[in-house]
C-alpha cells in the first residue's frame, strides 16, 4: 500500500465546531467528540453516530465542507455490509459454514483449495490474499474479475494452519460464492435486502445521482516523526503484506486514488469500495441486532453468536495484529473491552468504525475523511466509543 502524504495545516479544523443533536444523557458523548475536534484529531472533517436499542440517540459532524448527510469512502467497513449478506444467507440456510467453497464454485478447487471451507475464508485463514504480479486498478475494481484470476492463485500458506488479512479480496471471494448460490451479486442482495429497506445512506455501488455528495478521502498529514516511522515500516515487496494490499504491483494500489475513482464507487467493490456516512453504517448495525420500524432484527441472536465468536487465534500473519476475526467481521469485543463478548463490526482505513453491540443495545458509526495515522480505526474510535456506551449504560 502506496499512500500521498500532507504537510499537517491545523487552519483546516472546522471553525464551526460539532453541529448536529444528542438524545437527553448523552451529552457527554457530545462534548468528547468536541474534545476531539479541538485537538484536532477531525480534521477536514468526520460524522459520528449512534443508536440505541434501535432509536437514534447520536447524530454529530464536524469539519468545513462536511454535513450529516456527506459521503465519503469508508474502506474496509464495506467488508460489514458484504458479511451481513453472507449471514443472512448462512441463516436462511442457503449456504453452510462448513462445506467447501469449491461445493459451490467449483474453479476455486484449482491449486489444492478444494479443501478449503466457508468458514475458513470468512475467517482469513484461506491464504488467497492476493495473486502473483498483483492486480491492476481497473482489476481491482471488479470483484468478478477478481474472483476470475483468484480462482488460479495458489494459496500463501497451508488453509487453516494461519490466518492473515485478505484485506482488498475477502469481498471478492466470499462474493462469488453468493452469486454461485444465489444466482445475484452481493452488491445487489445488499440493495435489495439492507440498503433500500432501510433507506441506508451507505451504498456497495454509488449512483451517479449521489456523485455530488461525494467528498474526496484526503491523504495522511503525519508529523515528522510519524513521517520517519511510516517510511521505515514499508513492507517488503515480497511479503505477505504487500501482496494483500497490492503494493507489489507495477504500478503499486495507492487506496486514495483507489475510492477516489469513479469506477470503484460506481461498482462498490465488496471489500474496499463502500461509500457512506456515520448514519448509514450506524443505521445498518442497528438494524441487525434491533426491531426497527416494526422490522424484526436482521440477525437472529445465533447468528450473531457464530460470526462475532473469535475464530482467530495468535498473529495476523499479513498485518501482525493479534486475534480479532470473526466470520467476515471483526470480533470488536477483543478491540475494546467496554464492548460485550458478540460485538461486532469492521474498521476502515482512513480510520472509519462501524459496530452493533448486543449486549448494551448500541450502534455505533465514525466516519472521518481524512486519513488517520497509523491508518485502520482511528485512535479517537476507542474514546467516542466509549463515551457512548457509557451514556447508554446510564439511560
Do not use: C
Not at 486475534?323 to 467496554?338: K, N, S, T
Request: proline share 5%; no cysteine.
Amino acid at each position: 500500500m502506496t499512500e500521498a502524504f500532507e504537510v499537517p495545516d491545523v487552519s483546516e479544523v472546522s471553525e464551526a465546531g460539532v453541529q448536529g443533536t444528542v438524545a437527553d444523557g448523552f451529552e457527554g458523548v457530545r462534548e468528547e467528540f468536541d474534545a476531539v475536534l479541538a485537538e484536532g484529531l477531525t480534521t477536514s472533517g468526520a460524522q459520528l453516530t449512534a443508536y440505541l436499542n434501535g432509536r437514534q440517540v447520536v447524530d454529530l459532524w464536524a469539519g468545513d465542507g462536511m454535513a450529516g448527510d456527506s459521503l465519503t469512502g469508508v474502506f474496509s467497513v464495506s467488508k460489514g455490509a458484504a458479511h451481513l449478506v453472507v449471514a443472512l444467507l448462512v441463516q436462511d440456510g442457503v449456504l453452510e459454514l462448513d462445506r467447501e467453497v469449491a461445493h459451490y464454485w467449483p474453479e476455486f478447487a484449482a491449486e489444492e483449495k478444494g479443501r478449503i471451507t466457508l468458514r475458513q475464508l470468512l475467517s482469513h485463514s484461506a491464504g488467497v490474499i492476493g495473486v502473483e504480479g498483483g492486480f491492476s486498478t481497473a482489476e481491482l475494481a471488479d470483484d468478478r474479475v477478481l474472483a476470475e484470476r483468484l480462482a488460479g492463485q495458489r494459496p500463501f500458506w497451508e488453509p487453516g494452519t494461519a490466518y492473515g488479512y485478505h484485506a482488498l479480496v475477502i469481498g471478492a471471494l466470499t462474493g462469488e460464492v453468493v452469486r454461485r448460490v444465489a444466482g445475484r451479486s452481493i452488491q445487489e442482495l445488499f440493495e435489495e435486502r439492507i440498503r433500500a429497506p432501510y433507506g441506508l445512506d451507505f451504498h456497495l455501488g454509488l449512483p451517479e445521482a449521489l456523485e455530488s455528495r461525494y467528498l474526496e478521502v484526503l491523504p495522511m498529514q503525519p508529523t515528522p516523526e510519524q513521517r520517519a516511522e511510516l517510511e521505515g515500516n514499508l513492507p517488503d515487496p515480497k511479503s505477505l503484506a504487500a501482496i494483500a494490499f497490492n503494493s507489489h504491483a507495477e504500478p503499486p494500489t495507492d487506496l486514495l486514488d483507489f475510492i477516489n475513482t469513479r469506477a470503484v464507487r460506481e461498482l462498490g467493490q465488496a471489500s474496499a469500495g463502500g461509500v457512506g456516512n456515520a448514519r448509514g453504517v450506524a443505521a445498518m448495525y442497528a438494524a441487525a441486532i434491533n426491531e426497527i420500524d416494526g422490522r424484526a432484527p436482521l440477525l437472529t441472536p445465533e447468528t450473531i453468536a457464530e460470526f462475532a465468536r473469535l475464530h482467530t487465534v495468535g498473529a495476523d500473519v499479513v498485518t501482525g495484529e493479534a486475534e480479532h476475526f470473526g466470520l467476515g467481521f471483526q470480533a470488536l469485543g477483543m478491540r475494546y473491552p467496554f464492548l460485550g463478548a458478540n460485538a461486532f463490526g469492521h474498521s476502515g482505513a482512513a480510520g472509519a468504525q462501524a459496530f452493533a453491540d448486543p449486549g448494551s443495545g448500541v450502534a455505533f458509526g465514525y466516519v472521518r475523511r481524512r486519513f488517520a495515522f497509523p491508518g485502520g480505526a482511528a485512535p479517537e474510535n476507542e474514546r467516542l466509543a466509549a463515551a457512548v456506551v457509557r451514556a447508554a449504560a446510564g439511560v
